[in-house]
Every structure is written in C-alpha cells, then in structure tokens.
T-cell receptor, first 112, second 111 residues
Framework: DTGVSQDPRHKITKRGQNVTFRCDPI?????LYWYRQTLGQGPEFLTY????????KSRLLSDRFSAERPKGSFSTLEIQRTEQGDSAMYLCASSLGLQEQFFGPGTRLTVL | KQEVTQIPAALSVPEGENLVLNCSFTDSAIYNLQWFRQDPGKGLTSLLLIQSSQREQTSGRLNASLDKSSGRSTLYIAASQPGDSATYLCAATGANSKLTFGKGITLSVRP
C-alpha cells in the first residue's frame, strides 16, 4: 500500500499526559499537512511542511503542540499536557506541490 | 479569510435518484477545489479535484463543476446507490496550499 499511513489509529489517554502521533506520507510527496477534525465539523488546518521545513502554523496550534518532519520524510505531532478539548481526529495529508492532497486514515484521540 | 459553506447539512434520497451537492466559498482566489468522501470514523477519500482554470471534472458517476466568479461548486451524483451514503466535504485550496473545508453534507441513499 503506497498511500498515507498514520499510527496509532486510536489513542486513549488521561488528561495531562503527552501523546505523539506519526504520519508516513506518499513517498514522492514533498508537502505534508496536519489537520484536526471534531465531531460534525470539517477538518481544520493545523500546520504543514515542505520537505523538512515547517512553513505555516495555525493559531489553533497552541504551545502544547509541536510537529516535526526530520529529513523530509515521516512527520510526528506531539501534544503535551493533553486536555479534554484536544479530543479529536487528527488527520495527515500529503501532496506534490500544490496538487491534490491525499489523506491518511487518521488518529482518533480521546482524552479522559 | 476563506469560508466554505455546504447546505444542507444532511440529505436523504431514494436509490436511483440523481442529486446535486452544493458548496460555496467566499474568496475566489483559490488554487483548486477538492471534493472528498468520508465514511463514519474514517479518513478522507479524494473524489475530484478541479483546478481554478477548469470548469468541471468527471469521474464515473460523479461530476464536479466550479464557478469561481460566483464562488460556487457543485458535485453531481448520477443514479445514486446505497453505497454512496457518506459525508461529502468540499475544500478550497488557497495559494499557501492550505485546505479550507466546509462542514460536509451527510448523504443517505435509501434502498
């Protein structure tokens, strides 16, 4: 399967814990995006990378959130000191330049 | 700031009906527009992408149109089937490549 993959698919954590999600993009894609989706809403942009450079961060991305894309391949999204409001589906997408974005299956986070 | 609207939020139709899903956006300076399908609890599947210079795109029973001047796009589904039941989202791509999504239309096709 050469699509976008995300790990884990589901994560349940207690408030205050740190969590880290991983995204593996389509191999030839140079852009990688993170979005967050809550129930009944469309996905909202969080941040994106072109190769290893993080080019834009949404105001939704508080100081507790950090994303990396070392070597321009896979990316990680870390949330520190999780809060109940962080419960959502975290979606990763990749693209070649400004072309079509392809999404992974998402990581569903539940903060108790 | 780009805003994307999809109305209605939900739609129920009998099998075999042709239907149109609407999407409107406020900023016509888009790079392209994508339509996605999302099944419950799943990720997004890209259906069609229309470049800003194009008027429409077709894939099988799906046809998407784009009118930048009026800020509208439509997704036409021909001969709907129960397997088409899902949430359909449209998203506008700005020059920074960020997708701005609507809230989606939840479609139910009754057998």
């Amino acid at each position: 399967d050469t699509g976008v993959s995300q790990d884990p698919r589901h994560k349940i954590t207690k408030r205050g814990q740190n969590v880290t999600f991983r995204c593996d993009p389509i191999s030839e894609h140079n852009r990688l995006y993170w979005y967050r989706q809550t129930l009944g809403q469309g996905p909202e942009f969080l941040t994106y990378f072109q190769n290893e450079a993080q080019l834009e961060k949404s105001r939704l991305l508080s100081d507790r959130f950090s994303a990396e894309r070392p070597k321009g391949s896979f990316s990680t999204l870390e949330i520190q000191r999780t809060e109940q409001g962080d419960s959502a589906m975290y979606l990763c997408a990749s693209s070649l330049g400004l072309q079509e974005q392809f999404f992974g299956p998402g990581t569903r986070l539940t903060v108790l | 700031k780009q805003e994307v609207t999809q109305i209605p939020a939900a739609l129920s139709v009998p099998e075999g009906e042709n239907l149109v899903l609407n999407c409107s956006f406020t900023d016509s300076a888009i790079y392209n527009l994508q339509w996605f399908r999302q099944d419950p609890g799943k990720g997004l599947t890209s259906l069609l992408l229309i470049q800003s210079s194009q008027r429409e795109q077709t894939s099988g029973r799906l046809n998407a149109s784009l009118d930048k001047s009026s800020g509208r796009s439509t997704l036409y589904i021909a001969a709907s089937q129960p397997g088409d039941s899902a949430t359909y989202l449209c998203a506008a791509t700005g020059a920074n490549s960020k997708l701005t999504f609507g809230k989606g239309i939840t479609l139910s096709v009754r057998p």
